[in-house]
């Protein structure tokens, strides 16, 4: 799979070659820059994005969010290939700040030659937890309306660990390491 997902790069950038890049872009060395916000649920990630967001006009690059199925950090190797081909092909939409929920994928086991720039932000793991405990039962205020999976559950943090829960279990501390490790089943 990962042998044809390469020659399907391949083949693209081959066909960027031979018909040349369009003539209505041209891109010089700064401007063909993309940027890959991996973002760690709960650190702070959508203030962070929401920076990007308000500089982007001031500074001329687009910023683009990647919204995967259901919110499933992993893509399926089919969806790899496409996010490779779609990020390194269009250049209208260069220079590019790419955020959402995904893990980390290698540009250059697909045969890329120049790769996105990945930067990230990471919290204390118990802090993300707590956080992301008490997310799942209250939300935020970006969308107050959106009704959460436990929504309605008042027992805290500290009731939870003592009754030993599933949502404060410690295997959850470390959520935020298959972020940087990669779409690999091991990592996850």
């Given amino acids: 799979e990962r042998a044809i997902a390469r020659h ?3 083949e693209i950038e081959q066909r960027h070659t031979v018909d040349g890049p369009r003539q209505d872009v041209t891109l010089d060395e700064e401007d063909d ?5 991996n973002r760690v649920p709960k650190t702070a990630s959508t203030s962070f994005t929401n920076i990007a967001y308000d500089l982007c006009a001031k500074n001329k690059y687009h910023v683009l969010h990647i919204n995967t199925t ?3 950090p992993v893509m399926s ?6 996010f490779v081909k779609n990020v390194t092909s269009w ?4 220079p590019g700040f790419y955020h959402g929920h995904i893990s980390y994928l290698d540009f250059a086991k697909f045969g890329v030659k120049k790769k996105p ?7 204390d793991p118990i802090e ?3 956080s992301y405990y008490y997310f799942l039962r209250f939300g935020d205020d970006y969308r107050p309306g959106l009704r959460r999976r436990k929504q309605g559950d ?5 009731e939870c660990v003592a009754a030993g829960g599933s949502d404060c279990a410690p295997e959850k501390l470390w959520l935020q390491i298959p972020f940087f490790c990669g779409h690999s089943s091991e990592c996850w």
């Fill in 8 to 10: 399907e790069v391949r």
């Fill in 33 to 37: 820059v993309v940027i890959i916000y």
């Fill in 70 to 72: 259901k919110n499933n």
């Fill in 77 to 82: 190797l089919q969806d790899q290939v496409r």
């Fill in 91 to 94: 250049k209208e939409m260069k």
């Fill in 117 to 123: 720039i990945y930067i990230n932000v990471i919290r």
């Fill in 128 to 130: 993300r937890l707590v």
């Fill in 154 to 158: 008042k027992k805290t943090f500290d």
